[in-house]
């Protein structure tokens, strides 16, 4: 905390604030079993394809150019930094050549444009996965078999719909193996 303080104040001091775009996020969520810190109400942590493990803040400023203290409940990708800072500096994204995996945020971050960013987030460590499709999010954790979870209804991923919805897990499934 002490030191994004120290940075934001180290613009103001230098006068460039206003033409300052600024991420804060972090990595991952916090290693429960290290640091006994908590994650509630999100399963999961720091490792772990849980929310607890990857859903983690995500804040921007702007001063001038966006406008202060709104929250957007959108998932977002650390790669929507490349393509929003890009297009801030006046660069078009959209004809980028290879194409840019991230999203330019400006437009939902000011307002000008509505919905999510992404309609589906994916990630993967050694043999760990997960799919966020819509509201829903498949889950592969160790050797357990795939579970399936309704996020729009249960943050803290504690249901697992992989048996009364079928459906829904084949084709998160699919959209996984699409992408991977």
Do not use: C
Not at 28 to 57: A, C, H, W
Not at 74 to 84: E, G, L, R
Not at 90 to 96: F, L, T, Y
Not at 108 to 122: C, I, T, V
């Amino acid at each position: 905390d002490d030191a994004v303080g120290s940075v934001l104040t180290a613009l103001v001091g230098e006068g460039v604030e206003a033409e300052t775009l600024v991420f804060f996020y972090s990595d991952n969520g916090g290693p429960t079993p290290q640091t006994t810190s908590r994650n509630d109400p999100l399963r999961g942590f720091k490792g772990q394809m849980f929310e607890g493990g990857i859903r983690v803040p995500f804040m921007v400023q702007w001063k001038g150019r966006l406008p202060a203290a709104q929250v957007n409940h959108h998932a977002v990708m650390s790669f929507d930094i490349y393509a929003t800072a890009l297009a801030a500096a006046g660069i078009d994204v959209q004809s980028a050549t290879p194409p840019i995996d991230g999203v330019n945020l400006l437009p939902y971050l000011s307002g000008n444009r509505d919905g999510a960013p992404h309609s589906s987030l994916f990630w993967r460590a050694g043999p760990n996965h997960a799919a966020r499709v819509d509201g829903y999010k498949l889950v592969r954790q160790g050797r357990t078999p795939d579970q399936l979870f309704d996020l729009d209804n249960d943050i803290g991923e504690q249901r697992d719909l992989a048996g009364t919805r079928p459906d829904e897990l084949i084709r998160l499934q699919a959209a996984y193996a699409a992408w991977d």
